[in-house]
C-alpha cells in the first residue's frame, strides 16, 4: 500500500519540482494567513485529540504561522543558486544548486499534532519534494484538517498524501520507499529509524527525546525564575520535547525559588475543556497518564518528597496528573534520568554555578536548557550541551526564533529544522562547474614537466594575489 502512495508521490514531485521556488512559496504564505483565520476551528480539533488546554493549542497554531510565514518570506533567498570559488581563478567558473531530494517521508508524534507535521512539511514541499505523512494514530483528524488547509491554500493535489494506522505499522515500509525521513518521536523509535535508514543510505533528520535542565544561578531573581518555572514545566502538561523536567537552584536561591514555584503550582487553574483560562489540562491518553503515574509512585516509593501535587485526579477527567514538584530525587528512579514528558519536576540545591552546570549537563539527552540569571547566565550558556539554550525563559524564545535552528545535541537528535538547515536538509547540493579557455592538463604537445611548472608558477602568484 505504501509503495503505492509513494509512487503517486514520486510522480507528483517531477512536475512540482518545474514550479518556481516563490511560487511554491507563497501557497504557505496563504497557508499561515489561513491557519491564523480558521484559528478556532483548529484549536477545537486539536483539543478534542488531544484534551490539552487552550492555551497550549493555540501556541501550536501559532508556531504554524509563524513558521509556515518564515519559509513563505525567505525560502527562495535560501535556496537561491550560489557562486563558488572555482578550481582556477577565470578559467574555473563554480556554482552550488539545491536539488529536491525526491519523497520525503515524514513521521510525527501525538503532542503538537498540527505544527510538527505542518512545520516540517512546508519546508520539504517548498525545496521542491513530495511527502507522505504518518501522523501518530491518535490525532487523525487534525492531520487531515491540516491538508486541507494547505490543499485550499492552493497546493496541487497529490503533493502530500497521509497515510493513517501511525509509525509502527507502517514506519518500516515508508523508509523502505522514500528517499529522505524526517522522524520526530522518541529516542528509542528514533534509533529504529535511523538504523533502517542506514542500511538503505537514504539521509534523514531526527527530533528525539530530552530530559532538559533549567539552572537558577546566583544572580538570578528567585521570584521571576518561579514565575517562569510553571510554564517551562507545565506548557502542554508537560507532554513537550522542550520542557523542563530537573531544576538546578544555588543554595542562596533554593528556599526563595521553592516557597514561590509551589505557591505558582498550587495558584494553576486545572480543568479539563476549551475554556481559556485553565492552565494544564489532562494527559493525552491512558498509556501517558500510567508512565506518568508510575514514574511518580516509584519515585515516592524510593524516597523522593512531593513539594506540590503527585495525585491522580479523576474528579477533572481520568487522564488528569497534577502539576507536580519533587525533591529529593536520585538516579536510581526512573524519572531521574529518564523522560517523564509529564508534568512533572525534580528539583535540586547545588553549591554554585559550576556544579548546576555540570549537573545540567550530566544526561545522555541534549535537546533544550533554560538558564536563569545575569552575567552568570550567559556564561552558563556558552556551557551548556544542548541545541537550544532559553536565558530567562524555559524554551520559546529558542523554538519561536525560526531563523535559528533547532535540534538536539548527544541522543536527543540529528539534523535540525527551523532556519536554513531546516530548509536545505530537503535538498542535494549539486556543484556545477565550467571549465574555460584552458584545460586542467597539458595543452597540446606540452611535457607534463612544462605543464607542472608552469602551474606551480600561476598558483605561487595566485596565492600570493588572492
Ligand atoms: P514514539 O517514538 O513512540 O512515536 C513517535 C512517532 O513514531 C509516532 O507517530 C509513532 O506512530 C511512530 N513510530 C512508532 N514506532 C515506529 C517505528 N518502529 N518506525 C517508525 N515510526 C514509528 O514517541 P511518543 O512517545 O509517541 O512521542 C513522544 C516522544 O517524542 C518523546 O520522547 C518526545 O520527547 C519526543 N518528541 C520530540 C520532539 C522534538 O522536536 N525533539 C518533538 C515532539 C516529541
Not at 514550479?19 to 499561515?32: C, D, K, Q
Amino acid at each position: 500500500m505504501i509503495n503505492n502512495v509513494v509512487a503517486k508521490a514520486r510522480v507528483a514531485q517531477k512536475e512540482w519540482a518545474k514550479v518556481p521556488v516563490r511560487t511554491r512559496a507563497a501557497i504557505f504564505l496563504r497557508f499561515s494567513k489561513l491557519v491564523l483565520a480558521r484559528q478556532d476551528q483548529i484549536l477545537d480539533v486539536i483539543q478534542e485529540e488531544t484534551h490539552k488546554n487552550r492555551l497550549s493549542a493555540f501556541e501550536e497554531m501559532l508556531d504554524t504561522v509563524q513558521l509556515t510565514h518564515y519559509y513563505g518570506r525567505h525560502a527562495a533567498g535560501i535556496l537561491r543558486e550560489h557562486r563558488r570559488r572555482g578550481a582556477f581563478p577565470i578559467f574555473t567558473k563554480t556554482r552550488e544548486v539545491y536539488r529536491p531530494v525526491g519523497v520525503v517521508g515524514v513521521i510525527t508524534p501525538w503532542n503538537y499534532p498540527f505544527t510538527l507535521p505542518a512545520t516540517d512539511i512546508a519546508p520539504a514541499l517548498i525545496a521542491g519534494n513530495s511527502v507522505v505523512l504518518l501522523p501518530d494514530e491518535m490525532t487523525p483528524k487534525i492531520a487531515d484538517l491540516m491538508l486541507e488547509l494547505m490543499q485550499e491554500a492552493g497546493l496541487p493535489e497529490g503533493l502530500v498524501s497521509i497515510v493513517h494506522g501511525g509509525g509502527r505499522v507502517h514506519g518500516s515500509d515508508l523508509i523502505q520507499a522514500v528517499n529522505f525521513v524526517m522522524f520526530t518521536g522518541s529516542t528509542a523509535t528514533g534509533r529504529l529509524v535511523a538504523t533502517q535508514c542506514a542500511e538503505r543510505l537514504i539521509p534523514f533528520s531526527a527530533e528525539l527525546g530530552g530530559k532538559n535542565p533549567m539552572l537558577v544561578l546566583s544572580d538570578a531573581d528567585p521570584v521571576k525564575a518561579a514565575h517562569g518555572a510553571v510554564r517551562a514545566c507545565y506548557s502542554n502538561s508537560g507532554q513537550l520535547c522542550i520542557a523542563i523536567e530537573r531544576i538546578y537552584v544555588v543554595e542562596s536561591k533554593y528556599d526563595e525559588f521553592l516557597k514561590h514555584f509551589v505557591a505558582n503550582t498550587k495558584a494553576m487553574k486545572l480543568g479539563s475543556g476549551n475554556d481559556w483560562e485553565i492552565t494544564m489540562g489532562p494527559l493525552i491518553s491512558e498509556k501517558q497518564f500510567v508512565r506518568v503515574r508510575d514514574q511518580v509512585n516509584e519515585a515516592i516509593a524510593k524516597g523522593a518528597k512531593v513539594e506540590v501535587g503527585g495525585k491522580v485526579r479523576p474528579d477533572i477527567a481520568p487522564t488528569y496528573f497534577e502539576p507536580t514538584i519533587l525533591t529529593n530525587v536520585s538516579d536510581d528512579m526512573e524519572l531521574g534520568r529518564g523522560e517523564t514528558f509529564g508534568p512533572v519536576v525534580s528539583i535540586y540545591k547545588v553549591a554554585n554555578d559550576a556544579e548546576a552546570v555540570a549537573r545540567g549537563n550530566d544526561t545522555d539527552y541534549g535537546l533544550n536548557s533554560s538558564v536563569w540569571g545575569g552575567a552568570a547566565a550567559k556564561r552558563a550558556a556558552e556551557q551548556m550541551e544542548s541545541g537550544s539554550v532559553n536565558i530567562n525563559e524555559g524554551f520559546s524564545a529558542g523554538f519561536a526564533s525560526h531563523d535559528a535552528p533547532m535540534g538536539g545535541m548527544k541522543t536527543s537528535g540529528l539534523g535540525r529544522r527551523h532556519g536554513r538547515e531546516g530548509l536545505l536538509k530537503y535538498t542535494n547540493s549539486q556543484t556545477i562547474s565550467v571549465q574555460r579557455m584552458v584545460g586542467i592538463a597539458p595543452i597540446g604537445k606540452q611535457s607534463n614537466r612544462a605543464f607542472a611548472t608552469l602551474l606551480t608558477r600561476l598558483l605561487g602568484i595566485w596565492n600570493k594575489i588572492s
